[in-house]
């Protein structure tokens, strides 16, 4: 049996958990994931629920995850819409006018910062923030563009392409924003994940000292612990695919691999260098003639980790074919 080094949560005193693709899919949780984190909660480990969309309020999202079985208070949530708000009060005066492309969520987040909500250019807004809602319009969008041409601050909620639904991965406010940017040639400041102020509204709410980021994305959760230099967690119940992990380059690379958030709560099988490669549980990979070659049995998630480490350490700053490492994929059953 490989030495454990304890149960992964334990290490950690606050849970920064993305919502989409890893505590729910639309309106129903990922399987497990309300007993995970009731556990952790039971444990003394702080929740912080840190999302990317700006659509709905603190408030309406504690409620949903309480009606998912999750203990959670609108202090407990953290939306980049709070940090695109903190962001343009920063910068504009007080009391300003800023055209809100977008939802409840922002608005809301803008009136608690002391800045005044406007749908029209007419208002000669300061700023002009953008978040996905489902009602967003093409003339709000033609108010947010006519406000940017004429000079107001243009900041994106976030840059996410897609999110992921229970029907599938839907356009996100990455792509909605690209609407104005291109309209105007402006491209936006950007509030949510990767980029720092999101990262800054959770610790400045949370005040965690060992934090551990979990998300399902490689290009924000994942590259967004990276820069602020916190340990993450990726789990495989949303965008990241195992391809995804195994290709990934030094900045896409999690701390840790889960198949879901019940992997907090077993130890840790650690990965280890030998002369036949690398091993984690019953596994081992190694690069022979340019391929990935992964053998072994067990924990599919523990080969997985096997094979990012011999993968990783070959790519060094760069990142792995896809092709090169379709075989190890193919012994994973992916």
Request: aromatic share 2%.
């Amino acid at each position: 049996m490989p030495e454990t080094t304890g149960v992964l949560v334990d290490a950690y005193d606050t849970l920064l958990l993305d919502l989409d693709g890893v505590v729910y899919l639309g309106k129903h949780a990922v399987p497990g994931a309300p007993e995970a984190l009731v556990k952790a909660g039971d444990q003394g480990v702080r929740l912080a629920f840190v999302t990317n969309n700006a659509s709905r309020t603190p408030g309406a999202i504690a409620q949903h995850l309480r009606h998912l079985g999750i203990p959670a208070a609108p202090q407990d949530v953290v939306t980049s819409a709070q940090a695109a708000a903190r962001l343009v009060a920063e910068h504009v005066p007080g009391g300003s006018a800023v055209l809100v492309v977008g939802g409840m969520g922002l608005r809301m987040a803008l009136r608690e910062h002391g800045l005044r909500p406007v749908t029209t250019a007419l208002d000669a807004p300061a700023a002009v923030v953008q978040g996905i809602a489902d009602n967003l319009s093409y003339g709000l969008l033609c108010e947010g563009a006519l406000a940017v041409r004429q000079g107001a601050w243009f900041v994106a909620a976030n840059a996410d392409t897609t999110m992921p639904t229970g029907r599938g991965e839907q356009p996100g406010n990455g792509s909605m924003s690209r609407v104005i940017a291109t309209a105007t040639g402006v491209e936006p400041v950007v509030a949510g994940k990767p980029e720092p102020p999101l990262h800054r509204e959770s610790m400045i709410r949370t005040r965690a000292e060992r934090p551990l980021i979990v998300g399902d994305r490689l290009d924000t959760d994942i590259e967004g612990a990276t820069r602020a230099g916190v340990d993450s967690l990726l789990v495989l119940t949303g965008v990241a695919t195992p391809a995804d992990v195994l290709t990934a380059a030094p900045h896409h690379r999690p701390t840790h691999i889960a198949a879901d958030l019940s992997g907090l709560h077993v130890p840790v099988i650690p990965v280890r260098r030998g002369s036949g490669g690398w091993t984690c549980g019953g596994w081992t990979a190694a690069w022979q003639d340019g391929e990935l070659v992964l053998s072994g049995e067990g924990d599919p998630v523990e080969g997985l980790r096997a094979a990012c480490a011999a993968t990783w350490e070959a790519a060094g700053d760069g990142h792995a074919d896809e092709d090169a490492v379709k075989g190890a994929l193919a012994a994973l059953g992916r």
